[in-house]
Structures are given as structure tokens and as C-alpha cells.
Nanobody, 116 residues
Framework: QVQLVESGGGLVQPGGSLRLSCAAS????????MRWYRQAPGKERALVAGMLLVGGRRDYADSVKGRFTISRDNTKNILYLQMNSLKFEDTAVYYCNAIYGSLGYWGQGTQVTVSS
């Protein structure tokens, strides 16, 4: 069955770094557009970064540009999010999303907490 399993979240101090991973299985990973979303307490889920299929184009929310990098390994079926210079406001549950036409899948999320 389709699975998206996020990992790599945790507690980090402001200015620190984390790398999130999303392991995909059960579908043709290389065909799907992959995205990271996050949802902070009391807020709606918001797009953080996306990696389009064609040409590997990457898009980022303004709030994370220059600090976060999305990448993917199509040989391992893994999506990554490298997060540097973390801020308090980056605290959220981070979700992996896969989309292809009318097909869309979500992971269960991984908690990232930025705190001193």
C-alpha cells in the first residue's frame, strides 16, 4: 500500500539545523511532484517547499527561502528537507505530500520544535 513516512524531526535551538526525510513506497515516486507542508498550532497547513517533476524545479515559501532546501533521491524514493538557521516560528508538524494528477498522498507528519 501507499506509504509516506516522515522522520528527522525533533527539538532544536534557534539557529540550529535539522534534516527531514520522507520515505515513500507503494507508488511510482519519480512521477510524483513532492512537497513539504507544515502546520503550526492553531494555524492552517501551509506549503513550505515543492519540487516539481520536470527539471527538478524547486519552490519555497518566502518565510523559508535561503534557509531550507528540498531535494529528492529517486533511486531511494526519499524526499528531504534540509532546514538551516531555524527560528521559533518554524515550530510545526511537517508533512510530506505526493501529488500526480488526481492522486495525492500524505504522511503522518513529524514534529519540529524550535526552542531555547
Amino acid at each position: 500500500q501507499v506509504q509516506l513516512v516522515e522522520s528527522g524531526g525533533g527539538l532544536v535551538q534557534p539557529g540550529g539545523s535539522l534534516r527531514l526525510s520522507c520515505a515513500a513506497s507503494g507508488f511510482n515516486f519519480s512521477r510524483f511532484t513532492m512537497r513539504w507542508y507544515r502546520q503550526a498550532p492553531g494555524k492552517e497547513r501551509a506549503l513550505v517547499a515543492g519540487m516539481l517533476l520536470v527539471g527538478g524545479r524547486r519552490d519555497y515559501a518566502d518565510s523559508v527561502k535561503g534557509r531550507f532546501t528540498i531535494s529528492r533521491d529517486n533511486t531511494k524514493n526519499i524526499l528531504y528537507l534540509q532546514m538551516n538557521s531555524l527560528k521559533f516560528e518554524d515550530t510545526a508538524v511537517y508533512y510530506c505530500n505526493a501529488i500526480y494528477g488526481s492522486l495525492g498522498y500524505w504522511g503522518q507528519g513529524t514534529q519540529v520544535t524550535v526552542s531555547s
